[in-house]
């Protein structure tokens, strides 16, 4: 049973999330303040933090990175009610996996927290454990990669997204099916998540949507994930 840590500082919307969370299986603890979400999350170590930004002992973008060094490998959806893309960079740039927008229906979150909690399937993972494509190497069992044989700090969700393309060498994937198979979330064009992913999976590949060496857009289709020189 996924056990999620709410860190919200508004008792009602708090106790609601809490609630649909248990009517869905998960086991569930939950703190109103940001010093308090962190000991909860130290001492529980749950399977995913749900972050609400505006808490009232600390803003939750500096409650984030505080996170990420205590549970590196834990992922973190904020919640935020602020949609503005500035914000929504901002937000996983500090190391978000993913973000919701207040007012918020319960079935979206309960599809979000599915979506991150979801790792593959691990029997075709077992099968190909290991993607090389130049010089980039993609451990899919320690969830691990490394580029030019240095490791690659990624987030669960970049990882995610990585293996996903990789494992789809040479052909052009729309974001409509990343969306679907990374994410488990409906499409929408007003969903920003892909398009920032993307560009920060892009920095840490050394690359830029002008310059790519890995991942080329393909205007109107999708993205295709090649080994430079491919």
Same mark, same amino acid.
Do not use: C
């Given at each position: 049973?996924?056990?999620?840590?709410?860190?919200?500082?508004?008792?009602?919307?708090?106790?609601?999330?809490?609630?649909?969370?248990?009517?869905?299986?998960?086991?569930?603890?939950?703190?109103?303040?940001?010093?308090?979400?962190?000991?909860?999350?130290?001492?529980?170590?749950?399977?995913?933090?749900?972050?609400?930004?505006?808490?009232?002992?600390?803003?939750?973008?500096?409650?984030?990175?505080?996170?990420?060094?205590?549970?590196?490998?834990?992922?973190?959806?904020?919640?935020?009610?602020?949609?503005?893309?500035?914000?929504?960079?901002?937000?996983?740039?500090?190391?978000?996996?993913?973000? %919701? #927008?207040?007012?918020?229906?319960?079935?979206? /979150? @309960? +599809? $979000?927290?599915?979506?991150?909690?979801? *790792?593959?399937?691990?029997?075709?993972?077992?099968?190909?454990?290991? %993607? #090389?494509?130049?010089?980039?190497?993609?451990? /899919? @069992? +320690? $969830?691990?990669?490394?580029?030019?044989? *240095?490791?690659?700090?990624?987030?669960?969700?970049?990882?995610?997204? %990585?293996?996903?393309?990789?494992?789809?060498?040479?052909?052009?994937?729309?974001?409509?099916?990343?969306?679907?198979?990374?994410?488990?979330?409906?499409?929408?064009?007003?969903?920003?998540?892909?398009?920032?992913?993307?560009?920060?999976?892009?920095?840490?590949?050394?690359?830029?949507?002008?310059?790519?060496?890995?991942?080329?857009?393909?205007?109107?289709?999708?993205?295709?994930?090649?080994?430079?020189?491919?």
């Amino acid at each position: 049973m996924p056990h999620v840590l709410v860190i919200e500082d508004d008792v009602n919307t708090r106790l609601g999330m809490v609630h649909a969370l248990n009517a869905a299986d998960h086991a569930t603890s939950s703190a109103g303040t940001a010093m308090a979400g962190l000991r909860a999350a130290i001492e529980r170590r749950p399977d995913l933090i749900l972050l609400d930004l505006s808490l009232p002992d600390l803003d939750g973008l500096e409650l984030l990175p505080m996170l990420r060094a205590a549970l590196v490998d834990i992922p973190v959806i904020v919640v935020t009610a602020d949609d503005a893309e500035s914000k929504v960079i901002k937000v996983l740039d500090a190391g978000a996996d993913d973000y %919701l #927008v207040k007012p918020f229906g319960f079935g979206t /979150l @309960l +599809a $979000r927290v599915r979506a991150v909690l979801r *790792r593959g399937d691990r029997a075709q993972v077992r099968h190909r454990p290991n %993607l #090389v494509l130049g010089g980039l190497s993609i451990d /899919l @069992l +320690a $969830r691990t990669a490394e580029l030019d044989g *240095r490791s690659l700090p990624l987030s669960p969700k970049e990882f995610d997204l %990585l293996a996903y393309m990789a494992s789809r060498a040479g052909q052009v994937v729309s974001k409509r099916e990343l969306l679907a198979e990374v994410w488990r979330s409906p499409y929408s064009q007003a969903d920003k998540t892909v398009d920032v992913h993307v560009s920060w999976l892009r920095r840490k590949l050394r690359e830029s949507g002008k310059s790519p060496r890995y991942l080329h857009t393909i205007r109107g289709v999708g993205l295709r994930l090649d080994a430079p020189g491919a």
